[in-house]
């Protein structure tokens, strides 16, 4: 079995900065795209950023300039740096990736929750 463990979630103060990690472990073959996703409360879980194997990067307009997604496949870690936060960006932020054991599969993290203050 797979699991994603994501940390680094907290309280920030409006225009601070936080860190996200993502850690794959199980039986693992490969990893192709990596993301992560935040549900503010009573809205829709929606996409923050992507990152495929070969490093190409998908961000949201509203993220865009402040958050940065990076990965590390010898560690089977996805990052998430987030600089210039807004009270907006309070959520809970998940990581998605796609996982090759035998055949792909899309496993989710369990969530840690973001919270900026103004």
């Known amino acids: 079995q797979v699991q994603l463990v994501e940390s680094g979630g907290g309280l920030v103060q409006a225009g601070g900065s936080l860190r996200l990690s993502c850690v794959a472990s199980g039986r693992i073959g490969s990893i192709s795209t990596m993301g992560w996703y935040r549900q503010a409360a009573g809205k829709q879980r929606e996409l923050v950023a992507s990152?495929?194997?070969?490093?190409?990067?998908n961000v949201a307009d509203s993220v865009k300039g402040r958050f940065t997604i990076s990965r590390d496949d010898a560690k089977n870690t996805v990052y998430l740096q987030m600089n210039s936060l807004k009270p907006e960006d309070s959520a809970v932020y998940f990581c998605k990736m796609i996982v090759t054991v035998v055949v792909p599969n899309v496993y989710w993290g369990q969530g840690t929750q973001v919270t900026v203050s103004s």
């Open positions: 990152i495929t194997r070969s490093g190409s990067t």
